[in-house]
Every structure is written in C-alpha cells, then in structure tokens.
C-alpha cells in the first residue's frame, strides 16, 4: 500500500493539513490518507466551558468520519512505529503503509498514571479534571457542589497543552463560589510545577493582578506527585527543595504531566526528549526532508494550541508543496500562539504571542484587559471558525 501523503492523526493539525492540502490540488484526491484509529474528534478548547457547566459536552464532539475532508482517505488503524529511513509505517494492526511524504499530527500524551494513585480516582472524591473528555463534567459537579473548604487547581512541570488552562477553571471556580456566597468559607490555591503565572510579561501582569485581587493563594515549584482521592490528601513535590508537601482539599482539579506520544518518542524522528524533531520556522524535520510536524506532539517551543496549528498549517502546507517541487522552503512559523484566558463567567483576556513571548494582538484594544466581547469570542465565536472554518482548510 503507498499513498503520496500519509498522514498521522486526524485531530486538529491533521484535519487542517488535509483540509488545505486538497484544496490546493485536485491532484490530491485520493492520494491523501489520514491514519487515526478514533472514532470521534473534539474541540477540546471547550472542555473549560463544559468543567464550568457552560456547555454541555455534547457540543464538543462530532464522529471522527464527519470532519475527514472529502478526496482524503481515511484508515482507522493507529501508527505503532516510523521507519523514516525507507518512508514507510507500521500500524497496531501490523500493515506496512509506504509514502513519499509524511506528515505528524498525534497530537499529545496525557500521562495520568505518573500521578501515583491519579488513576484509581479521577472523577472521584472530588478529584476531576477537564483535560478528558470524559472528566470535564465531573468538574462542574465538583464546582456546583462545592460547599466550602479547600480548592486546589494544579499544573504540571511538563509542556502541556494550552498553558493557560490549569488557571482558567480556577477563575471560574473561584467566580462561582463568590456568586454563591461560598468564598469567605473557601481557600483557593494555585500549586503549579511553573515558576510563574504566564510566560508573556503584559498578561503576566494582569493575571498577578487578578490574583491578588481575589485572593488566591499561589504556591510555585509544586509539582503533583500522589494523590489519595479518599483521604482528600495530594501530595507534591517541591522542585527546589525537594520536600514533600502534602496539603488537604475538598475538591482538586488536576492537570497531569504530558509528553510525546510514546510511539514518537521511540523512533529516530524523535529530538533528545521524545518530541517529533521540526525546524520551528519550517516544520521541515532535520534529517528527513520529506518528513513534517504539526501542532503538540512537535518540538516547536511555542505554545501548544489549536490557535499556533492555525498558523502552522498553512506553512507546512506550502513547504510539503515546495518540497514536492524541488522548491525552497518558507522560514513562515514565527511561534504564534494564542490562549484565552478566561478569567470568571463572562470575563476573558485574550493573550496572543510569538516564538519571543512578544504579544501579537489581533484587536485594536488591549488585550490584556478582561473584556466580555472576548468571552463571546471564545464561547461562540471560534468554535465556529474551528468546525467551518478551519477543519475545511479555509481559514
Ligand atoms: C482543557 C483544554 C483547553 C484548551 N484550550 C485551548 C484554547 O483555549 N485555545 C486553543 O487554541 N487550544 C486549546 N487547547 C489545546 C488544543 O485543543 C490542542 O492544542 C490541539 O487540539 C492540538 O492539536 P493536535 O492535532 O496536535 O492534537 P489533537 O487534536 O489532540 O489530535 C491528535 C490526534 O492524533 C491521534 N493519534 C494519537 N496517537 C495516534 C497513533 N498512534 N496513530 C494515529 N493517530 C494517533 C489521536 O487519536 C488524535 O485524533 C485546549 C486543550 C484542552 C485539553
């Protein structure tokens, strides 16, 4: 079996690049094919709104067959290996399929067992987390049944995705408990592996702002290491001393550690820490020129969004055409990266930045003031440029 462009994974880098791809040439048809064994695809910025019972999940999530571009074919096998030096891979099933030019879209890999006892009780005792699909409602019911106590809201030490996401429950979270007369009752704490709050100066700034304002309690170097779901104990690390912290809660929202999809990180397009290796201005790979990245599982060091594949696509695209025709590639990827970052029900500041951590801003206003227009942005508006827009290789 040999088809001109594989491509692995059908989430958002693979559909936009698929997408793009055959707009650009009938000559395409056919000659695509998008290899991911899911059988449904989501729009998983919306997880925040449904831990916040804004959204029903219901929302977020469509059959995997309905999002796959017409000319494309789509094989519902997953990769178990690369063999980049004679452009072929091997899928679980073992089926060998052979390409002229690759492209890698897994996406990441959430890692919920390094959590010691995380796995035994996630979505339970008040541990939830709106990083799966199928957590994110336990979230809300954590929230809305909240009567009081501790609340804790963790980040990793690892990249992950959309940075900004381990606080933006907590906005909510603590917004609601406010609303219902719950916060002179309640501890809310920020226990992040990070050593700040944001990467990008200006919208530090206002987040430091925002926590201060609400009084919320940030304790960095905290890594989350164990978990006991029924004792209410989570246990972390402290990364300069090395100490364990054990603290109590009455709900946790747990970000996990994530890294490169295992696959990945055991074949030779893998950089030193497992990361699908790109040159991050042409998502070209260095060694194997008809190899190319997109989007989390990437070593890019931008942030990992839908927002920077938006951007990415359109690069690879014309470089993987490029490439087709013995061209020279675009340097196009300068990092752009964007996450909105809601702050409380109706209240949103939308960070946008590069590859430098220089903003980026799209609107004629600050951006690092919560508004509520960029709330009804993210709530209404991108879902609909993601399904219409992006998926379809328009935008
Ligand atoms: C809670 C949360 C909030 C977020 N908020 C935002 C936000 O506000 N803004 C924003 O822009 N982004 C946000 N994101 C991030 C965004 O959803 C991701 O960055 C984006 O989906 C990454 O796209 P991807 O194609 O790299 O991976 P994915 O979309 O995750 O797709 C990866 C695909 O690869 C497939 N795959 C995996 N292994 C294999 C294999 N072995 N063989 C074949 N296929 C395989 C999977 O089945 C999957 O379909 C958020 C994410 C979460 C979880």
Redesign the pocket.
Same mark, same amino acid.
């Given at each position: 079996m040999r088809y001109k462009v594989v491509i692995? !994974? !059908?989430?958002?880098? !693979?559909i936009t690049v698929a997408a793009r791809l055959l707009r650009k040439s009938k000559a395409f048809h056919g000659q695509v094919v998008i290899?991911?064994? #899911?059988e449904k695809?989501y729009y998983?910025?919306l997880?925040?709104l449904v831990g916040a019972g804004e959204v029903k999940r219901e929302t977020t999530e469509r059959d995997e067959s309905s999002v796959i571009p017409d000319g494309a074919v789509w094989r519902k096998e997953?990769? #178990?290996e690369f063999q980049p030096e004679e452009n072929y891979v091997v899928t679980e099933a073992g089926t060998k399929i052979r390409y002229e030019y690759l492209v890698v879209? #897994?996406?990441?890999q959430i890692d919920w067992g390094k959590v010691k006892g995380l796995p035994e009780t996630i979505g339970k005792n008040g541990v939830v987390s709106?990083?799966s699909y199928d957590y994110a409602e336990s979230t809300w019911d954590a929230i809305r049944n909240f009567k009081g106590g501790t609340a804790i809201f963790t980040a990793p030490n690892t990249p992950i995705?959309?940075g900004g996401?381990p606080q933006k429950i907590m906005y909510l979270a603590e917004d609601y408990f406010r609303k219902a007369g719950l916060r002179d009752r309640s501890k809310v704490v920020f226990a992040s592996g990070g050593t700040i709050i944001f990467g990008v100066k200006k919208y530090a700034n206002a987040l430091s702002n925002i926590v201060q304002e609400r009084d919320i309690d940030t304790e960095f170097f905290h890594n989350l290491v164990e978990i006991d779901g029924e004792k209410h104990e989570a246990v972390f690390e402290h990364l300069k001393t090395h100490e364990r912290v054990s603290m109590h809660f009455d709900m946790i929202h747990v970000v996990p550690p994530m890294s490169a999809?295992d696959?990945i990180k055991r074949s030779a397009l893998a950089d030193a820490n497992g990361w699908l290796d790109v040159n991050k201005h042409t998502l070209q790979h260095p060694k194997f020129a008809n190899v190319f990245g997109?989007?989390?599982?990437t070593n890019a060091p931008t942030a990992?969004?839908?927002?920077a594949?938006r951007k990415q696509a359109p690069v690879l695209v014309d470089n993987l055409v490029a490439a087709m025709n013995n061209k020279p590639l675009q340097e196009g990827y300068h990092g752009y990266s964007?996450?909105?970052l809601i702050t409380g029900y109706g209240r949103l500041v939308l960070a946008e930045f590069d590859y430098d951590n220089n903003p980026q801003e799209t609107f004629p206003f600050d951006q690092s003031k919560e508004r509520f227009s960029m709330y009804l942005l993210?709530k209404e508006v991108l879902p609909v440029v993601y399904w219409d827009g992006m998926l379809k290789g328009l935008m």
């Amino acid at each position: 079996m040999r088809y001109k462009v594989v491509i692995v !994974g !059908g989430g958002t880098g !693979g559909i936009t690049v698929a997408a793009r791809l055959l707009r650009k040439s009938k000559a395409f048809h056919g000659q695509v094919v998008i290899l991911d064994a #899911a059988e449904k695809h989501y729009y998983q910025p919306l997880w925040t709104l449904v831990g916040a019972g804004e959204v029903k999940r219901e929302t977020t999530e469509r059959d995997e067959s309905s999002v796959i571009p017409d000319g494309a074919v789509w094989r519902k096998e997953a990769i #178990a290996e690369f063999q980049p030096e004679e452009n072929y891979v091997v899928t679980e099933a073992g089926t060998k399929i052979r390409y002229e030019y690759l492209v890698v879209a #897994a996406g990441i890999q959430i890692d919920w067992g390094k959590v010691k006892g995380l796995p035994e009780t996630i979505g339970k005792n008040g541990v939830v987390s709106n990083y799966s699909y199928d957590y994110a409602e336990s979230t809300w019911d954590a929230i809305r049944n909240f009567k009081g106590g501790t609340a804790i809201f963790t980040a990793p030490n690892t990249p992950i995705k959309c940075g900004g996401a381990p606080q933006k429950i907590m906005y909510l979270a603590e917004d609601y408990f406010r609303k219902a007369g719950l916060r002179d009752r309640s501890k809310v704490v920020f226990a992040s592996g990070g050593t700040i709050i944001f990467g990008v100066k200006k919208y530090a700034n206002a987040l430091s702002n925002i926590v201060q304002e609400r009084d919320i309690d940030t304790e960095f170097f905290h890594n989350l290491v164990e978990i006991d779901g029924e004792k209410h104990e989570a246990v972390f690390e402290h990364l300069k001393t090395h100490e364990r912290v054990s603290m109590h809660f009455d709900m946790i929202h747990v970000v996990p550690p994530m890294s490169a999809p295992d696959f990945i990180k055991r074949s030779a397009l893998a950089d030193a820490n497992g990361w699908l290796d790109v040159n991050k201005h042409t998502l070209q790979h260095p060694k194997f020129a008809n190899v190319f990245g997109i989007g989390d599982c990437t070593n890019a060091p931008t942030a990992k969004t839908g927002a920077a594949i938006r951007k990415q696509a359109p690069v690879l695209v014309d470089n993987l055409v490029a490439a087709m025709n013995n061209k020279p590639l675009q340097e196009g990827y300068h990092g752009y990266s964007s996450c909105p970052l809601i702050t409380g029900y109706g209240r949103l500041v939308l960070a946008e930045f590069d590859y430098d951590n220089n903003p980026q801003e799209t609107f004629p206003f600050d951006q690092s003031k919560e508004r509520f227009s960029m709330y009804l942005l993210k709530k209404e508006v991108l879902p609909v440029v993601y399904w219409d827009g992006m998926l379809k290789g328009l935008m």
